[in-house]
Structures are given as structure tokens and as C-alpha cells.
T-cell receptor
Framework: GNSVTQMEGPVTLSEEAFLTINCTYTATGYPSLFWYVQYPGEGLQLLLKATKADDKGSNKGFEATYRKETTSFHLEKGSVQVSDSAVYFC???????????FGGGTRVLVKP | GAGVSQSPRYKVAKRGQDVALRCDPISGHVSLFWYQQALGQGPEFLTYFQNEAQLDKSGLPSDRFFAERPEGSVSTLKIQRTQQEDSAVYLCASIGLAGTSRSYNEQFFGPGTRLTVL
């Protein structure tokens, strides 16, 4: 079946540090890949997505590239802010049914 | 705003009680999903509706879980004879267009209902 594995947190960083959250997936065919973010007390929000190999998704300074050869979709940001403190979820979507398969989430804490 | 809303936001139930969780999707959204998110875990798919038709209920953990969407808009997730392992956040999401094999439409999530079973 489909699965997503992401690095466990928490990840604690200082403001302006570089952030990487690793995500790898297992799926047949060509899934679409996503990063969702959950800020404290809020619902899940789509952060970025990529629908085919070598696509790069980007939003709010975050980037992730769909690497089919390594089945990965690592999230990166060059300079984090305190407001980036949240839980980040990697997810994949297979064609049929549109149900998302999520990783376990990575909590990120950015300290001033 | 006109986002997905869920009620109640918090629910405490005694073991064995029945509960009903409500989801109001974005107006006009055709597809609706329910997910279960245990503490410290990622959301896991429960069930999926397209309009009023329940097209996939493969994620429902037991026959104590039942979902309906009789008029193709509001949906209710019902859990009968709640158990402690049912404690989780239940998320609802909707998308505007019926999914196809070659397209994706963003799932908009509600804030969730946190269910605690004592």
C-alpha cells in the first residue's frame, strides 16, 4: 500500500536558520505530493504541492522538489522565522478516490 | 469566512456513549472526506463522499463508525458505543470538483473535532 515516512521531531531551530524536513514515500504509479502545515490551534493548510517528477513546489519561502528516483519530497526553507513554528505533514495522493496518505508529522519550533 | 466548519470543536464522552460529529463543507463542494488524527500522528483516511454517495469507506475502523451525507452537503460521522481508542481529532475536508484520475483539487480542511473518551 501507499505510505509516507517523514523525519520525527521535534526540530528546534534558531530564527534565520536553515530548515530541512525529510520525506520519502512508497506508492505505485505517479502520485502527487504535498506538504501541509498545522499552526497551533488551527486546521491543516496546504503549504505546497508537486504533481509530477522534477516539479518544484514553493510557497512562503518553503520549497520541495519531487524526486522520483529517490522517492522523496524534502521540505526546505532557507531562513526560518518564529512564525514558522508548526507541525508539518508530508502527504501523497493517488489518483483513485483522492484520499490523502499522510506522514506522521514533524513539529518545528523556531526560537527567537 | 466560508471555510469548512465542524462542530462541536470538543467532545468528551463516557465509554459506551454514542457521539455525532458534524461537518459543514464549503458551499458547493462536491467531495467530502473524513480523517482521524490520533495524538502525535498524521491524519488517516476514514471515508469519502461524492455528493450524497459514500464511495469509499475502507478506512472506517469498525462497524461502530458510520457516516452519512443525505443531501450532499452537511455530513455527520457517528460513533456508537465509544471506546477509549476512539479518542482523536476527527477532521473533515472538502474539494470542489469530483476527483479524476489525472487531476487534483485542493482539499480544504476544517478545524477538527477533538473527541476524548473517558
Amino acid at each position: 500500500g501507499n505510505s509516507v515516512t517523514q523525519m520525527e521531531g521535534p526540530v528546534t531551530l534558531s530564527e534565520e536558520a536553515f530548515l530541512t524536513i525529510n520525506c520519502t514515500y512508497t506508492a505505485t504509479g505517479y502520485p502527487s505530493l504535498f506538504w501541509y502545515v498545522q499552526y497551533p490551534g488551527e486546521g491543516l493548510q496546504l503549504l505546497l504541492k508537486a504533481t509530477k517528477a522534477d516539479d518544484k513546489g514553493s510557497n512562503k519561502g518553503f520549497e520541495a522538489t519531487y524526486r522520483k528516483e529517490t522517492t522523496s519530497f524534502h521540505l526546505e526553507k532557507g531562513s526560518v522565522q518564529v512564525s514558522d513554528s508548526a507541525v508539518y505533514f508530508c502527504a501523497l495522493l493517488k489518483a483513485a478516490g483522492n484520499k490523502l496518505t499522510f506522514g506522521g508529522g514533524t513539529r518545528v519550533l523556531v526560537k527567537p | 469566512g466560508a471555510g469548512v466548519s465542524q462542530s462541536p470543536r470538543y467532545k468528551v464522552a463516557k465509554r459506551g456513549q454514542d457521539v455525532a460529529l458534524r461537518c459543514d463543507p464549503i458551499s458547493g463542494h462536491v467531495s467530502l472526506f473524513w480523517y482521524q488524527q490520533a495524538l502525535g500522528q498524521g491524519p488517516e483516511f476514514l471515508t469519502y463522499f461524492q455528493n450524497e454517495a459514500q464511495l469509499d469507506k475502507s478506512g472506517l475502523p469498525s462497524d461502530r463508525f458510520f457516516a452519512e451525507r443525505p443531501e450532499g452537503s452537511v455530513s455527520t460521522l457517528k460513533i456508537q458505543r465509544t471506546q477509549q481508542e476512539d479518542s482523536a481529532v476527527y477532521l473533515c475536508a472538502s474539494i470542489g470538483l469530483a476527483g479524476t484520475s489525472r487531476s487534483y483539487n485542493e482539499q480544504f480542511f476544517g478545524p477538527g473535532t477533538r473527541l476524548t473518551v473517558l
